[in-house]
């Protein structure tokens, strides 16, 4: 039988029980064969209903003991093994986690194709519907479990015509079976559906206020729930990018998600509502829309309008998981309606888990202007797959267990979440720990700087979204401008310009109107510059282009050095040093293309000389 890899878990034996049908059965089996530092002492679990998801880990009469609720337990366990495996104290006291529902979200087909996916192929999903090994789902579960991930969307949100067959008669028994599978481990199953999907089955319409419509949802939902009947709800991505949605029966997306909500509520199930709607066939000759201002513009009006069930899940920025955005204004809007935080964990923008690419210190950022209190849930597009190491690039799993981190405490320090990580999957010598948790530190500033600069966003390839193409996406339909001529880059979205800054809270449109108090990474989201606007450094717009990218590539080249010299088990050595190449070839491409780009435009010289192609 081949091995498992164990991603930040080696210090847990390979094979996971596959007999357990209460999650503290997982709990007892990883804590009594979990840890050889345990020995004699199996810590003692007490199942306290009360504490629901939390757990407390104490001490008496030199036995260690965790209390918790079934799932609370099951935490319990993970964390006191994990803090012996990195060599810390039992970590005593109480832990809750701050997210109720902390989400993956799977955007694999049941072709076994994964939309965005770098990880190869579906690790559930094949010819069609569901098929896998169960070893390998089994420790994907334990993983989760291991960072307190609860709820797992099995599908593309994109659903295509064979996963509307996952809530149909015929699929409900495969349903069952995966989640069954994950059930020992927490983790709740979710599934994207189709909002036409009543269509399927003769009804000649998907308007959410037809009784016809409103019947068959709630009769499948009764059907699905009887098959599945800890499932979590559905997720939905209507009216976006094509998908159908209520706006084509002239309805609000409040009315089309509530009447999902009132199926799925007798069953304790949610709706997941995606707030990705904007205009997708935009003619880039109107200068007038300006994409960033879509979602607010549908959704701010419908606060207060959602039923209780109903969580509406909005993009961490306002355009689409790029390098650099602020906070989405959404977020800050909708005192009245649950939301869920989105984030991406698939490298889609981000280096396609070739270029390294840890996300923790920008969720952190990120949290700073988002009173976490406005938001209920959380989820992240997950970088799962069928390679070996579940991730592509060994290093890119830091992402997920910094994610799962993050979803139980917001406030998680990011550089305790990667120190761990690297800690618990390497224990490398405390030097080159600390290279490897510097260069994962860095590695977010250091790709920022030789791609897109200061907040432009969408200078990446169309269609593939890898390695750079600063005017792929000019002409198209969209909406992702730069309009850089030879004078000047950017939109201006101050209250001038299209009045984005506008969709903003006082203190942080105040923050952003002036390009003088705009942060400098989000210059030229907000603002529209000259070449030879003199930054607060002294340097030009142009000359800071062109320091950026020299400097990205020059960081990107100390990084492969500092991380070529780790003793790295293998097969992660060769891997990450493959996965370096391409990186450093990638920031190489992205330096000229775009320094080339705008020196074309501008005419302007690099100030010290250095090589710029023509
Ligand atoms: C991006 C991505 C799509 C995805 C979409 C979404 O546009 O490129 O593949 O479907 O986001 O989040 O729905």
Redesign the pocket.
Known sequence: MNSIRRTWLPYLPEDVPSHCEHCADVATFELSLGCPRLGAAVPELRIDPDMGEGYRIFSKDGKVLILGGARGVLYGAYALLEALAAGDAPPEGVQRPFYGMRMLDC?DNPDGSV??GYSGRSLWFEGGGFRWEPRRIRQMGRMLASVGINVLCVNN??VHPEAEGLIEDAGLPELARFAAALRPFGVRLMVAVSFAQPMRHGIPTADPLDPAVEGWWAGRADAVWRAVPDLAGFLV?AD??HNPGPFTYGRSHAEGANMLARAVAPHGGALVW?A?VYNCAQDWRDAETDRPMAAYQTYAPLDGQFDDNVILQV?HGPF??QVREPVSPTLLAMPDTRLALELQLAQ?YTGHQIDLYAMNPMWRALTGDLPPEKVVAVAA?SNLGRDDNYTGHPFAAVNLYGYGRYAWNPQVDPERAIRRWARLSYALPDGQEEALVQALLNSRAIYEKYTAPLGLCWMVKPGT?YGPDPWGYEFDLWGTYNRADRDAVGIDRTAAGTGYVLQYPPALRKRYESPETCPDALLLFFHRLRYDYVMRDGRTLIQRIYDDHFEGVEAAEAMAEALAGLDLPEPDKTEARERMALQLKNAREWRDVVNTFFRRLSGADDAKGRLIYN
Do not use: T
Request: proline letters at 0%; a neutral charge; aromatic letters at 18%.
């Open positions: 955007w939309e965005r949100v994109n991505k976006s990018e995606r990705f993009k689409d998981f889609e597009v979204h």
